[in-house]
């Protein structure tokens, strides 16, 4: 499988245009994600068990970095190279000044498939910690193929997902409207197998945001090797 995972998608580029909304509801919140999330430890422990099972100094990719906080940074502290990418101009430049060991882009998540910041085999490892759920389900299972191909042989991903059984779902978030899809635990490890990754690991988090009107949520998170 090349980088283009998203071949064949037809409806790929009017869902990309979609996005723009997405982009601004995040260019709004700015660095209030931070203060509404404050508790971060699937995430910490993930970013974590990732960092140590990499080898010294590799590659990896952020898939929608946010404020570069903690993950991008963790794995900087760690010795890794960091790129990470997300729509939102306004989160790219807080990660800029969160991290500056880090690289960052403003980029789609499929943008990558045109090899924007490498071809296959181009990273060790890569973590999508709740941007795969800004998505339609439809889009999923490209993007999971496209970040396979993107990955080494026997390349790492970790990958959080909140456990609902939804396809691109509005939702309100910090005061703007965001779009989200999810899996239940099931479908989702079926998704990821489909995509060509082995689960070696697994944990789920019961989290309630802070300073949000959203009800408390289960978040998954897998961690899965290139098959």
Do not use: W
Not at 16 to 21: I, S, T
Not at 56 to 70: A, E, K, N, Y
Not at 86 to 91: F, G, T
Not at 185 to 190: F, G, K
């Amino acid at each position: 499988m090349s980088a283009e995972g998203y071949d064949g998608y037809e409806g790929l580029n009017g869902l990309v245009l979609d996005r723009a909304g997405q982009a601004e509801a995040f260019d709004a919140i700015g660095d209030r994600y931070d203060e509404a999330f404050p508790h971060k430890d699937g995430q910490l422990a993930a970013g974590a068990r990732l960092a140590a099972a990499l080898p010294p100094g590799s590659r990896v990719l952020d898939l929608g970095c946010g404020t570069g906080l903690p993950t991008a940074r963790q794995l900087a502290d760690a010795g890794h190279t960091v790129v990470g990418v997300d729509l939102s101009p306004s989160m790219v430049d807080l990660a800029r000044e969160n991290v500056p060991a880090g690289e960052f882009h403003r980029l789609d998540i499929a943008d990558l498939r045109h090899g924007k910041l490498g071809g296959p085999g181009s990273f060790d490892g890569v973590t999508a910690f709740f941007s795969l759920l800004m998505l339609p389900r439809a889009e999923i299972p490209y993007t999971l193929r496209m970040l396979r191909s993107l990955l080494r042989p026997g390349g790492l991903l970790v990958l959080a997902m909140v456990e609902a059984d939804l396809d691109d779902c509005p939702i309100p978030f910090l005061g703007s409207t965001i779009r989200v899809s999810g899996y239940l635990r099931d479908d989702l490890r079926q998704v990821v197998h489909d995509a060509g990754f082995e689960v070696t690991g697994e944990d789920s988090y019961a989290y309630a945001p802070a300073s949000t009107d959203t009800p408390p949520e289960i978040q998954l998170f897998l961690h899965l090797r290139r098959a």
